[in-house]
């Protein structure tokens, strides 16, 4: 029986919008959720439903906090519409989030297709942040085209911030400043010593299989593979089973996950 802490929803007030990407918005909202870097939250709308999604700000962060999001239907639909001055109903923070104390001393490489790089965003800043505690720092983004890239701007700052950052997208305008291509492109082209290296990934499940081959070409374990699954849940709690991937729910033993723990289950 699930404890009813699980299903308590806060009250919170949308104080930012921005549009970033076709039909994709960022809401800064007032107020503080305490969550480790990789966890989801439900947000719900009365008659239409719950969508999950992750925060995508600074864990450190204590006035506010950001979520992005993309219209992808009835529930997503209609958050999108909401405006400065409304609230969202917010429960969370769940599952277990990316596993930061695997990573000290390590190089790091962070691997995003489209919107799984809200996930890892606020990975991101904790490792920029606590730099020192860490080798070097890779993130690889993939997306559509350069009018899909979420985070534009901050992106750009970060060039000098990380070590190696690669925005790869398969169709751009002609003053697009990252680089075309594909994910696997820019992983086959960069160098890391594989035994000082971990990955972790999110994204649609389809690009995982190409980036773990263009990864395991390196020299890079099983072991060192990290991937998310947040995309599959729906009730967020283990109550609706709807997220199980063979043995596995994905809300309560995810979203988070250790490749060789899970490489069997995938498909299942």
């Known amino acids: ?23 994709t918005f960022l809401f800064s909202l007032k107020g503080c959720i305490k969550f480790n870097p990789g966890q989801f939250v439900q947000i719900a709308i009365d008659h239409y439903g719950e969508a999950t999604l992750a925060i995508c700000s600074d864990p450190d962060q204590k006035k506010s906090f950001d979520i992005c999001i993309r219209a992808a239907g009835g529930t997503t639909n209609k958050i999108v519409e909401l405006s400065p001055g409304d609230f969202l109903k917010i429960r969370g923070p769940h599952g277990n989030g990316w596993p930061i104390s695997k990573l000290l001393g390590k190089n790091i490489i962070l691997i995003a297709g489209g ?21 070097k720092i890779y993130l690889i983004s993939g997306f559509r085209t350069d009018h899909h890239v979420i985070f534009k701007d901050e992106l750009k700052k970060l060039q000098n911030k990380i070590d190696v950052l690669k925005v790869m997208v398969e169709h751009s305008s002609k003053d697009f400043w990252g680089d075309h291509g594909m994910i696997t492109e820019a992983l086959d082209k ?36 990290y991937i998310s699954l947040e995309r599959r849940m729906e009730c967020g709690i283990g109550v609706c089973q709807h997220c199980n991937i063979g043995k596995y729910l994905v809300c309560e033993d995810g979203p988070v996950f250790r490749f060789d723990k899970i490489k069997e289950e995938i498909g299942k």
């Open 1 to 23: 029986m699930k404890d009813t802490k699980d299903f308590a929803y806060q009250k919170y007030e949308i104080i930012a919008k921005e549009q970033v990407a076709p039909e």
């Open 115 to 135: 919107m799984g790089l809200v996930p890892l965003k606020p990975l991101l800043l904790n490792l920029i942040k606590y730099k020192s505690e860490f080798k």
């Open 190 to 225: 960069i160098n890391f010593d594989s035994e000082k290296t971990v990955a972790l990934m999110c994204g649609p499940e389809i690009m995982v299989p190409y980036c773990n081959e263009a990864l395991f070409k390196k020299g890079l374990s099983e072991e060192n593979i």
